[in-house]
């Protein structure tokens, strides 16, 4: 199944996630098929920036988003 998940990026302690599609069965920081955006939580304003267009395509062909990217992406 391929899933709209979060990869952790930076380093320790300074934690940012990509917004990538990637199946189900790799591992979280492995390989993904696209990166459809960033999250930054360290950041002031929690910067969130997400490609709404590559976000609906992924979902029309049955992509399953993750709980925490769901959350993020009722926000913005």
Request: hydrophobic fraction near 35%; proline fraction near 4%; aromatic fraction near 8%.
């Given at each position: ?22 199946d ?53």
């Open positions: 199944m391929t899933m709209i998940r979060m990869t952790r990026m930076g380093r320790k302690k300074k934690p940012f996630y990509r917004i990538v599609v990637t189900s069965r790799k591992r979280r920081d492995g390989g993904w098929i696209e990166a459809i955006g960033h999250y930054n939580p360290v950041s002031e304003n929690k910067e969130l920036t997400l490609d709404e267009e590559r976000l609906n395509y992924w979902l029309s062909v049955g992509a399953q988003m993750s709980p925490t990217v769901k959350r993020l992406a009722g926000k913005k």
